[in-house]
């Protein structure tokens, strides 16, 4: 089955303490991109990758890391998570045209 | 600046009604306009995509119209269902320098259908 999948798909955690929410798809797809969602201000990009081994920052790419080391995997990396990071986070990923297809969301909270 | 706005904020309507959403954008260059459906806690799903030169776009009991001149879209669900209970998001695409495609995202609208 055609996926992206997201792990963890919940975490609590404490002002930090580093953190890493895998993302994996199985589509073969060149770009991959990682959203946050919070109430009122809708999906914000936080970074993309064109392709392997190239990233760039998206809108809100602040306190963020990634990584393109592998065509279907794009981590997303919290060095020292702050409260302000509590949110919802999509994984997603599409050919180089066409629709974005959206990993399951990880909800994280950061106390 | 680059905007897509939505209305109404939320709706609620009865199962077998129809109903009509409202997006209205403020973007160039324009390349094309997706409809989302995003089930509570769950990623968004494409309902429909339009180009420029595409004024409508059938899937299923949803219809996406799109007027490139008023810069505006509607997403019309007929005979809804419980199921389409969800959030409704309207995504326009801009291509700016560098041909590195963007994505503004509206806020959505909630609708929720009450048996």
């Known amino acids: 089955e055609a996926q992206v999948t997201q792990n963890p798909r919940y975490l609590i955690t404490v002002t930090g303490k580093k953190l890493t929410v895998t993302c994996s798809q199985n589509m073969n797809h060149e770009y991959m991109s990682w959203y946050r969602q919070d109430p009122g201000l809708g999906l914000r990009q936080i970074y993309y990758s064109m392709n392997v081994e190239v990233t760039d920052k998206g809108d809100v790419p602040e306190g963020y890391k990634v990584s393109r080391k592998e065509k279907r995997n794009f981590p997303l990396i919290l060095e020292s998570p702050s409260p302000n990071q509590t949110s919802l986070y999509f994984c997603a990923s599409r050919r180089t045209t066409g629709t974005q297809y959206f990993g399951p969301g990880t909800r994280l909270l950061v106390l | ?115």
Request: hydrophobic share 30%; glycine share 6%; proline share 4%.
């Open chain 2, 1 to 115: 600046k680059n905007q897509v706005e939505q209305s109404p904020q939320s709706l609620i309507i009865l199962e077998g009604k129809n109903c009509t959403l409202q997006c209205n954008y403020t973007v160039s260059p324009f390349s094309n306009l997706r409809w989302y459906k995003q089930d509570t806690g769950r990623g968004p799903v494409s309902l429909t995509i339009m180009t420029f030169s595409e004024n409508t776009k059938s899937n299923g009991r949803y219809t996406a119209t799109l007027d490139a001149d008023t810069k505006q879209s509607s997403l019309h669900i007929t005979a809804s269902q419980l199921s389409d209970s969800a959030s409704y998001i309207c995504v326009v695409s801009v291509i700016p320098a560098g041909n590195n495609r963007k994505l503004i995202w509206g806020l959505g609208t909630s609708l929720a259908v009450n048996p």
